[in-house]
Every structure is written in C-alpha cells, then in structure tokens.
C-alpha cells in the first residue's frame, strides 16, 4: 500500500508540473509577440499620417547606363534616418516592379541607413547596410552593379544634399564587391554620380 | 697689343692648328656604330576576367562570364598577333588569378593598352568603362590602389578609340566611369570591355552573347582600335 505521504507528494509534483507547463506556453507567447511587435515598429513603410511629399528618385536604365529622374509622391517620415531608408525602399521597389529599367527581384534589399557627420566636407556620410538577399538578386556585370549603387548615391543626394558620401555594407560586414564587380570597400563621393544623370 | 686682341688671335691660332692628340697614330679610325635607336614597345595586355571558383556572371547552366571572357581574349590575343603586337595575358586557363597578380602582370609588361575582358546580360552592346578616379599627375612611385590616376585622361582617349570602332561595325557603345578591382591599380592606359547581349531595335537584330559572328565583329573593332592606338599612344601628353 502507498503511504499517504507519497500520493500527496506525487499529487503535488503533478500540479507543478501542468502549472509549470502553463506558464512556460505563456512565456512562450509573450515572447513571441514581443518580437512581433519589434518587427512592426521598424519603420518599414512611411507612416501614413505623415505629410506626402514630392521625392525624386534616380532610376537606372541599363539600356544606355544613364539615372532617369523620376518624380514620386509618398508620405515621408521626418527623422533623415528614417527618410533615407525609405528613399531606397521606393527605389528598389522601383527595380522590383515589372518592366523595370533596370530588374533586380528584391524590392527590401536595404536593411538600414545610418547618417554619420563628416566635419572635413561640412556634410553627412551615409552607411546603406544592404542585406545577402539583395546582393543574390543583383545581376552580375560592371554596368548593372555600377548602376544599382550610383543610383542609391544619387537618390540619397538628390533628396538629402548634406549627404557628401556613401559606403555601403553587406549584413552589416564589408565585402569586396556587390555581386563580382563594382568596388565595395571604397566611400563613394555623391560627385561621382554627376556624369551618369541624364538631364 | 691689348689683352683682347692677343685672346682672339690665340683662339684664331688654335681653330687653324690641326687637333693635337697624345694617342698613337692607328690610322684611319674604326667607325663607331651608331647606338640602336630604342623604341618603345607596343604592348597590349589583355586581362580576361574571374577565373576557376570565380565564376563571374553566369548565363545558363553551361555558360559561365569565366569562360566567355577568356575564350574572347585567347581570339582576340591571336588577332592582334596577327597584326605584330606583342601581347600579354592575364591568364591563359581556367585558373584562379589573385586581382594583385594581374595588376603585376600588367605594369611589369609597361603596357601601352591594358583592356579587361568583362560580360554581362544586361544591357546592350559593348559597354566601356574607365576609372573613376580622379586624372592625377604622374609621378615616380604611384600608390598601388589608385596608380590608374596617373593614365586616367590616356584611359579615356583610348576608350574613345575604342568606341569609335564598335560605332563603325555598328555595335551600340554605353560608356562610363566606375571603380574597378584591379583596374585601379593599372599603371597604363586601362578599359573595361563588358559585352553585352544585342537587343534588337529598329535597325539592329537581337544577337545572342554566344554569337560567334557578334563576338568576331567586336573582336575586330577591338583589333582595329588596338592597331589605331599603335600610332596614337605616345603622343599623349
């Protein structure tokens, strides 16, 4: 026969471990909405209460490797960091979108853009970190890749003349190249983009 | 006599007196051999693009940028042999060439035209593309990552040359500036040749990367500026 003890000892263990278990799927919930919630307040999209403005944006033509302006309404965020991550969001939709100019299938290839001082030029240096997944969809050759990152340099300065340079990183690391060609380990000058913009 | 007047007599007396020479009489003197004149020498250096796991652009599941690039630069080799100009390669397989050692390639040759071999499926046509570094004068040491500076404005002259060959066999020209490893680091008159497929147009026909007539056409306007270069490159300034 079981000692009293024992059966209420084993009751109690039962009882700690459904609430154990209990507790442990709530955890599990809050947690996960937690990380939702941290996605969702990524300034993924601009906020629809703020203002529209009137952007440009350099669009790349790969048949004559020149940077068309092309004139877009959006509502723009205030913050400029937040301003210029969504100045490349409405470029690179531009490439996703079908009959582009210039095709790469990744319309969320920027991941962010950080604006740093630069006191010798008087202007802002901006750091475009694009993410593995855009650096695959990118077409390989010398104009393509030249193209895509003149036309961020170019969007960037149009919109926000402070910024005098640019540098671009892959999942936040330096690489050699975009996709086998174009030189990713120098700060492009925004004066370099000068000769590319068809007027 | 004043000092003067004995100054010039004596300078008279010595232009009328025959050369005096303390060496023995050999007779007749043996004729010096003029020195060789020294001409500089006409060479391309060809860098075809990627090599072994560096595949570059691929086209299809066969056709690599690797392997277009370095069977265009092996035709292109034979055809400016054809016309006496001594070329250097990069590389001549399917190996991998470190981008340092190309740049050693090309400046240890002194090259007079330094043409790297690129291809892409965008676009259309040749697309040329020079450095973007800024034209700087050129001096005795050069700094390894930006010694193209130096060559930049004979960089453009000779991308024009080239240009305007493609124009005369018809093939749609795109240029531009970028920043390119190794061409950076050439210290020559450098152009990046990126082949691109012909898109048809109103008085093109749409024509394949593969097609070998497309490929001997630019070959040939590649040859023909190469050999224009020959007598244009040393009067740059």
């Known amino acids: 026969m079981i000692p009293r003890f024992q059966r209420f000892l084993f009751g109690a263990m039962l009882l700690a471990v459904v609430v154990m278990a209990v507790v442990l799927i709530r955890m599990r919930e809050r947690a996960h909405d937690r990380l939702m919630m941290a996605v969702n307040t990524q300034p993924l999209t601009a906020p629809s209460s703020a203002p529209t403005e009137r952007i440009t944006l350099l669009v790349a033509n790969d048949l004559d490797g020149s940077l068309i302006p092309v004139e877009r309404s959006f509502p723009m965020p205030k913050d400029t960091n937040a301003r210029a991550r969504v100045l490349m969001q ?21 991941d962010e853009v950080f604006l740093m001082p630069v006191p010798q030029l008087k202007g802002l240096m901006a750091v475009v970190n694009l993410n593995a997944a855009f650096v695959q969809a990118q077409p390989s050759g010398i104009e393509p890749e030249t193209l895509t990152l003149l036309s961020m340099i170019a969007t960037l300065h149009a919109n926000l003349p402070q910024i005098t340079e640019v540098r671009f990183l892959v999942n936040g690391q330096q690489k050699d190249t975009l996709a086998g060609h174009a030189d990713l380990t120098r700060v492009y000058l925004t004066s370099d983009t000068q000769t590319a913009v068809k007027q | 006599m004043t000092l003067c007047a004995l100054l010039a007599s004596a300078a008279a007396a010595a232009q009328d007196a025959p050369p005096q020479s303390n060496l023995p009489d050999m007779g007749k003197p043996p004729a010096v051999p003029s020195a060789p004149q020294v001409k500089p020498q006409y060479v391309v250096v060809l860098d075809a693009a990627h090599g072994d796991g560096d595949v570059g652009a691929q086209f299809s599941d066969k056709m690599l940028e690797k392997d277009l690039t370095l069977g265009l630069s092996v035709r292109l080799r034979q055809a ?11 590389r001549d397989a399917d190996v991998a060439v470190p981008m340092v050692t190309r740049a050693e390639t090309a400046n240890h040759a002194m090259a007079a035209a330094c043409i790297a071999l690129h291809a892409t499926a965008t676009g259309s046509g040749v697309h040329l593309f020079t450095s973007s570094l800024e034209p700087t004068a050129s001096t005795k040491f050069l700094p390894w990552q930006s010694a193209q500076s130096a060559y930049v404005t004979q960089s453009l002259r000779l991308s024009s040359e080239i240009s ?36 048809g147009g109103n008085t093109t026909k749409a024509l394949p990367l593969t097609d070998v007539g497309y490929q001997d056409k630019i070959i040939d306007a590649l040859t023909a500026a190469l050999t224009q270069w020959k007598n244009d490159w040393r009067q740059q300034p």
Do not use: W
Request: net charge negative.
């Open chain 2, 164 to 199: 305007t060959a493609l124009g005369h066999a018809a093939v749609p020209v795109t240029l531009g500036r970028t920043s390119l490893v190794p061409m950076d680091s050439f210290a020559c008159p450098a152009v990046a040749v990126e082949i691109a497929p012909l898109v």
């Open chain 1, 90 to 110: 409405k470029l690179l939709e531009e490439y996703a979108a079908p009959k582009s100019t210039h095709p790469i299938a990744n319309a969320s290839g920027v």
């Open chain 2, 80 to 90: 400016l042999a054809s016309h006496d100009i001594q070329v250097v390669t990069t």
